[in-house]
């Protein structure tokens, strides 16, 4: 009887997102967040509860957790001095990090324990291991969705040397291993957290982002003598590769005299040999051809609907990161039919099916990404092709509707174990 009470009743669902809302915080966690909460049923109510709320209004039930954590604690703030100093001894820094963590976690307890209503699963991501400060103090199950280990991330980003780094990457793990359920957006990271940690995670579960269907009049569409342009979007630093953007660039460049690249995202800057580059200082150091820098066009940051007008009418978008667990950019080309390249890497190999909804570079590899840019740029019966395949691939498996319901089976599984 138990089991038939879970399967068929209401459930309420608390989401914690860094952020809300998209329009204001372009974020891969908040786009989630929105995606799959447009494709719960009828069976699901959800909130959302962040401390980073750009505006008022929202499309969903949202609580602002600043509002429960107004005044910051004297030892907060002893514990951010100490932090700055450099002299100080692990034992200490690592008890502070703990500390201030453990305080940031209180404002969710607290907002959940106010709700009027029951909750049934609270689903985070498993940054800073918040989990672990959590399941303990609350008494309904706790799901830690894999957005982006830091023991993936830190390396790329060169911050594997930071004070806070083993700190970080250590509570991710305990925060993974305490949770009662566990979910991926792709296969490879969930792998590589199991092989990491030496987690079986046996009640994991790959569940796809969401991502909506775009209207027809939206989708890119093939227009014969317009100048191509290469389109990113994403951050311009190491992780998101926008480095080996620009090298491909170049390599495209050489041969094709016509073509631009269109650059959206923030600047986070690059490191190389140990001296950090801006965007510009980059194109500026290593882009010796006049003409090709000429033709590299940084546009910062864009609206939404900005950037869904340039992945209409921008001739292939790249996608060059070295490492992507299942990124919103990607699947938000896919779904507009822009012809894609995409590193072979992560879970971008699960989006991009070789030759059939796009193309996928060797990982790491400007050479590789240049030539596949090429055989797109010089064939338009295969982008349009790989346009219509795409399109209707990511309406079949990617649907907020689709994926909403995988995740709903997933809680009441959760539940009834």
């Not at 790959?206 to 909506?212: R, W």
Request: with cysteine; net charge positive; charged share 25%.
């Amino acid at each position: 009887m138990k089991s038939k009470r879970v399967m068929d009743k209401k459930l309420f669902v608390v989401l914690i997102s860094p952020g809300w809302p998209l329009e204001f915080i372009p974020n891969g966690i908040v786009t989630y967040v929105k995606n799959i909460i447009l494709g719960f049923s009828g069976k699901v109510d959800a909130i959302v509860m962040t401390n980073n709320l750009a505006a008022n209004k929202s499309e969903v039930s949202i609580i602002d957790l600043s509002r429960y954590d107004k005044k910051r604690s004297f030892f907060i703030k002893v514990c951010d001095r100490i932090l700055r100093s450099q002299l100080t001894p692990e034992i200490l820094y690592k008890q502070c990090l703990q500390y201030k963590s453990n305080y940031a976690c209180r404002s969710i307890i607290t907002a959940i324990n106010s709700l009027d209503q029951s909750v049934n699963i609270l689903e985070l991501e498993e940054s800073f291991g918040r989990a672990k400060f959590i399941v303990d103090k609350l008494e309904i199950p706790i799901i830690t969705r894999l957005h982006g280990p830091w023991f993936i991330h830190g390396p790329i980003m060169k911050l594997d040397n930071e004070r806070d780094y083993q700190y970080r990457v250590e509570s991710e793990g305990e925060a993974i291993a305490v949770s009662r359920g566990v979910t991926a957006p792709s296969l490879d990271v969930l792998n590589r957290v199991r092989d990491f940690y030496g987690l079986p995670l046996k009640n994991a579960k790959v569940i796809p982002n969401p991502v909506p269907s775009v209207p027809a009049e939206n989708q890119w569409e093939y227009q014969a003598g317009k100048k191509q342009t290469i389109l990113v979007v994403g951050r311009f630093d190491l992780h998101k590769g926008g480095d080996l953007a620009i090298e491909a660039f170049q390599l495209v460049a050489m041969q094709n005299k016509e073509v631009e690249l269109l650059f959206i995202g923030p600047d986070r800057g690059v490191k190389v040999g140990g001296k950090d580059y801006t965007f510009s200082s980059y194109v500026d150091s290593f882009v010796p051809d006049t003409a090709i820098k000429e033709r590299i066009k940084f546009l910062g940051h864009c609206n939404v609907g900005k950037i869904a007008s340039l992945r209409q009418s921008s001739t292939v978008t790249l996608m060059p990161s070295r490492y992507d667990n299942f990124p919103m950019s990607l699947l938000e080309a896919v779904a507009a039919g822009s012809p894609v390249v995409a590193m072979k890497a992560g879970g971008m190999k699960e989006i991009v099916i070789h030759g059939f909804n796009g193309l996928l570079a060797k990982p790491e590899n400007s050479e590789s990404m240049a030539e596949n840019i090429l055989e797109l740029l010089n064939d338009p019966e295969k982008m349009q092709l790989m346009s219509k395949n795409a399109i209707k691939d990511s309406q079949e498996r990617f649907s907020p509707n689709t994926v909403a319901k995988q995740t709903e089976a997933y809680y009441r599984s959760i539940l009834n174990s």
